[in-house]
């Protein structure tokens, strides 16, 4: 059975309210988006997030600071809501993107290895990961059979405030399944990335 086999799954549109207080989001205010995990009924529908087992729910900025939160939250950052007919910047900064590298680690679920190698893959791009070579292990697959697997060892940077021409942190190395997608998978787990933080990566 392959590690990754990603479906057609429709993206879900953000719904321009808070989850937790039907508030509309106006633009130029800010608030908070977050990812949180799916549980297993959830999981089963065919949607991007769920393909991921991630779902956005966006939390208007008053609540947030009443301590008010989304349940299973699993990560969230602040942004502020699009002007109409304005090109979208980028709100997920590198220390979001690698928190969420870092985090999801010693997940086994298989799309989200293959969530987290496209992850480490747009890092290498942004060269805030650095690819050091790697190593094979032996694993089990699910059958119970022995199976090579590749895990590629990274660098990264020491402060990525500075981006690409900061110091590498060469004392905190890191790892990573090389998963075996190919370029059209790459390409999917990636715009599902992508979509379910609305970032352009």
């Known amino acids: 059975m392959p590690l990754f086999n990603a479906p057609a799954y429709e993206i879900e549109r953000p719904t321009g309210r808070c989850a937790l207080t039907g508030q509309e989001l106006v633009p130029g205010d800010p608030y908070m988006a977050t990812l949180v995990e799916l549980d297993e009924q959830e999981r089963s529908q065919k949607t991007a997030a769920a393909a991921l087992g991630f779902q956005r729910i966006d939390v208007a900025w008053e609540p ?4 008010k939160r989304p349940g299973r939250l699993f990560g969230y950052w602040k942004t502020t809501v699009a002007k109409p007919h304005k090109k979208k910047k980028l709100f997920i900064d590198d220390d979001i993107l690698m928190n969420l590298f870092r985090r999801l680690a010693d997940d086994d679920d298989p799309q989200r290895i293959a969530f987290r190698f496209a992850l480490g893959l747009i890092l290498m791009r ?8 790697n190593t094979r292990r032996t694993a089990q697959d699910e059958a119970g059979h022995d199976e090579q697997q590749q ?11 500075k981006g690409p021409l900061g110091k590498w942190n060469d004392d905190k190395p890191l790892e990573m399944l090389d998963c075996r997608l190919d370029e059209q998978q790459i390409q999917q787990v990636t715009e599902q990335l992508s979509n379910i933080l609305q970032g352009e990566l």
């Open 64 to 67: 947030w600071q009443q301590g």
């Open 126 to 133: 942004k060269r805030l990961l650095r690819y050091d070579g």
């Open 151 to 161: 895990w590629w060892q990274l660098t990264p940077k020491l402060d990525l405030a």
